[in-house]
């Protein structure tokens, strides 16, 4: 028996990322590789990266710059290391990579993922080895491989695939340059995948992608299928408790996916909307294809359906020419809207995409001063909304034994982290606790029934908020 080689992968970025870096350990797997913890003393270690702004990719280079150490060091004990770049930065600066870091030996795109052992081979033959074309005929090529008896329980909530890419073409935006056109998977495939993540133990499932509510894959009835109707054939899956969808544009969201929400018990009242500004002359500069009024009326939709349902979103601060009225705007929308919880970044330009072409830019200072305003108020949304929960009874779908001793760790419908002193028996159970503190981001309580005979669905007795 030859001894197993050694993968470390390091992810950066998004969902996809993680979900992308499962895959290439399951396509590893098959030729004698195991996952390792410490880069140190890996056979191959794979940078995930991610492209969406300048911070997230500069940190391939100075994580280069350590593995390189590491590389030498490993050379020194007369061990090698191979060291491959893989995701967006991948896709959209592979020659340059190549060319500014000699230490690595493979470079390769999110859609060649499922080549990575014939890359590993091409690079002992010829030194390195470089793969970024866009497939496009075969881009989920890699997702049927391994085929699903290869894939592994990974706990009780998991990502699935459903579609890739993006069409929208947010001037702001990397994505449609990095991930390529907008592709659905056939749902046959996803049931599939989720019928084997089930069996493994699996209880949650979030269907992700760039765009995941343009998703329209051959359903078998060799028509193509919406989001809301793969949801709702998903959910008769006896095993499925939860489901959950991530990034959505708010110019697909079409009448199917509002009725999942009234009709499926297990879809989850949590949707992340970016809206990324609440000015419409910026919305169009973005060409984000929507005001703020069309916007606040697809909220309306939803919670039409499902008062408890809570949002979250993204917003950029600093867009080109953003004036403070404009920034106001966004202001005024998040203050209307009320979020769970949101996310903000500063405007970063990216080669290659419209709005870096664009000359009236925000000063550094007027940015970090809009920024922290907006931080400021989402995060007062956000412990309003956290700290609503206290004194309430909630289901949590119990995932892990917690850091601390005798506690175990789940989510509520939310996607608050939950504790609870039990025993571990409860994995994988959706239980009502009873909430009594909140510690930062993390809610404490008790089981509110102690001997459920199997997982509970009681109400969320909570009102709140691509
Ligand atoms: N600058 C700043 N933020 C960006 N995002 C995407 N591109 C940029 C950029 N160039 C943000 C958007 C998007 C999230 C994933 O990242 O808010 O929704
Ligand atoms: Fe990027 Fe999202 Fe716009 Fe697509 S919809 S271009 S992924 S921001």
């Known amino acids: 028996m030859t001894t197993p080689r050694k993968l470390h992968i390091k992810s950066y970025g998004c969902q996809m990322n993680v979900y992308d870096a499962q895959r290439m350990v399951d396509t590893l797997a098959g030729e004698g590789f195991v996952e390792t913890a410490s880069a140190d003393d890996a056979d191959l270690v794979i940078l995930n990266t991610c492209h969406i702004r300048e911070k997230a990719s500069e940190k391939v280079y100075s994580e280069l710059g350590r593995l390189r150490v590491a590389k030498e060091e490993a050379a020194r004990h007369g061990r090698e290391m191979k060291i491959a770049v893989a995701g967006c930065v991948a896709q959209a600066e592979g020659e340059e990579i190549v060319h500014r870091a000699p230490t690595v ?16 081979k091409r690079a002992k033959a010829n030194g390195r080895a470089l793969e970024t074309e866009f497939p496009v005929e075969d881009k989920f090529g890699f997702l049927p491989q391994p085929k699903p008896a290869a894939i592994r329980a990974r706990g009780i909530s998991a990502f699935v695939t459903v579609q890739e890419g993006c069409d929208k073409f947010c001037t702001f935006c990397v994505v449609p340059y990095t991930r390529g056109a907008e592709v659905s998977r056939p749902v046959a495939d996803i049931i599939d995948d989720v019928m084997q993540l089930t069996e ?4 949650e499932l979030t269907l992700i992608g760039q765009n995941v509510n343009a998703y329209h894959g051959d359903g078998p009835d060799g028509r193509p299928w919406s989001l809301g109707k793969l949801l709702q054939r998903l959910a008769e899956i006896p095993d499925v408790k939860r489901l959950r969808y991530s990034t959505s544009h708010p110019r697909d969201v079409d009448d199917d996916l509002i009725a999942a929400h009234r009709d499926l018990a297990e879809l989850m009242p949590f949707v992340h909307l970016p809206v990324q500004s609440g000015s419409d002359r910026i919305l169009a500069a973005m060409n984000r294809k929507h005001t703020a009024d069309d916007y606040r009326r697809v909220i309306d939709r939803f919670r ?28 005024a929308l998040v203050t209307q809207i009320g979020y769970a919880a949101a996310y903000s970044f500063k405007y970063s330009p990216r080669p290659g995409t419209p709005a870096a072409e664009m000359r009236e830019t925000v000063s550094a200072t007027e940015m970090d001063e809009r920024l922290g305003r907006l931080q400021d108020l989402i995060d007062s949304q956000q412990s309003a909304f956290n700290r609503a929960a206290i004194g309430t009874t909630v289901d949590v779908l119990f995932e892990r034994a917690a850091r601390n001793p005798g506690q175990i760790v789940g989510r509520t419908a939310y996607l608050q982290p939950a504790h609870v002193m039990a025993s571990p028996d409860i994995i994988g159970k959706i239980l009502p606790v ?19 005979p199997s997982p509970i669905s009681s109400p969320v007795s909570q009102t709140i908020g691509a």
């Open 304 to 331: 039409a359906v499902r008062q408890d349902i809570a949002f979250s979103s993204d917003f950029i601060v600093g867009f080109p020419g953003e004036t403070a009225e404009e920034f106001s705007a966004t202001l």
């Open 200 to 203: 493994n133990g699996v209880r």
């Open 434 to 452: 009873r909430i009594d503190s909140l510690e930062r981001y993390s809610l404490k309580g008790e089981l509110a029934t102690r001997s459920a």
């Open 105 to 120: 030996d493979i470079v390769v795109g999110p859609q060649s993922y499922h080549h990575l052992p014939e890359l590993l």
